[in-house]
């Protein structure tokens, strides 16, 4: 079966969906890898080396139309799902209330389509979990961003010419990109506290070497171990409760969200105006609707406060600017997710599969997920049908 991987179509994406080394491991469960001229080129995985481990490199997307699968990281462009064969698999990040047309337009040429937002987050499928691979590679990105624009060292440094006291960085948020936040900005030897509001987070906090501030307030914990929206009420008591924090840090790091919903507001405009001059806010939520108010992603607000500016900077494409790395740990989770599905050189998606079944946001032409059918105005499937 044929493996095909086109070059990313989206502007700013510079990750590819395999590498020479995911190719590799393709070809040694019996697949055939062809990859579109050029694919790896940003990400620095060139022709040559694709070709040296048996995959194909063909001009062009022409290849679309006889793929069993097709891997990308961003969903495929309409141009290229109406190249598709009706029985095709594709694999790529895909939002199943976000990318509602697409998800239509894919299941419209009756393909499958797996998408990697939707992966169910067991043990079992650790290995192909891309969600937490590329929040890895935009937390670390978050913190050295933040490094450069400081007008501060982060690491406290005695020196004959007078004693620099550490940073004091602030992380918001303590899932997968804020965990290794903090582990950066530790590493770099600032001071480090951070806050979440599931409790749980507390000691996954602490093993990184940073402080949980305890806020004094109800834990808002939702299914599978993810936050769930807050009131206004507590999402008030939260923004006083943190005021004091974050007008005593150097740098905050926003990396808060709640599944299937705009990301919450952490910082107001009044928070911000208490912070001090030279202080950097690095908004990492900035494409899914913001940790802070007035953020933009993939622009930098600079903010007057008394005494000088605060700048905000709103995140856009973090994994994708440690395309090398970002895209090595993209295609193991591709691999992954083609092991489980492959018997002698064979991809057979089978949907009694928790993780098949919970990342088919399409199965043979269907749209099976429910958030995915709500947008669409599709009725809902019965108990079992849908993720
Ligand atoms: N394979 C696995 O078992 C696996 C893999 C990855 C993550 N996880 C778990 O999934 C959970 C979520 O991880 P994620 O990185 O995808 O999270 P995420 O990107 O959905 O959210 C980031 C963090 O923001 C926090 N948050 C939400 N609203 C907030 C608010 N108002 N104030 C402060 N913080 C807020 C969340 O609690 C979460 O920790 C974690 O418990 C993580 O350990 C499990």
Known sequence: MLVFIPAETRAGELRVGLTPEGAQKLIKLGLSVTVQEGAGEASGYHNDEYKAVGADVAAGSGTLSSADVVATVRPLANEQISQLKSSAITISFLSPANDAQTIKALADQKVTALSFDVLPRISRAQSMDALTSQALCAGYRTVLIAAERAPKFFPMLMTAAGTIPPAKVLVLGAGVAGLQAMATAKRLGAIVSAYDVRASSADEVKSMGATFLDLGLDEVEGAGGYAREM?????????????????????????????????????????????????????????????????VAGQDVKLNVPGGSITLIGCKDLASQLAVHASKLYAQNVVSLLTLMTAEGVVTPDYSDEVVQGSAVVFNGEVKNAMSREALNLPALATGESE
């Open 231 to 295: 009131t206004p009420e507590r999402a008030k008591a939260q923004q006083d409760a943190l005021k004091k924090f974050i007008s005593e840090s150097d740098v905050v790091i926003t990396t808060a969200a709640v599944p299937g919903r705009k990301a919450p507001t952490l910082i107001t405009s009044d928070m911000m105006n208490a912070m001090k001059p030279g202080a950097i806010i690095v908004d990492l939520a900035a494409e899914s609707g913001g940790n802070v108010e007035g953020s």
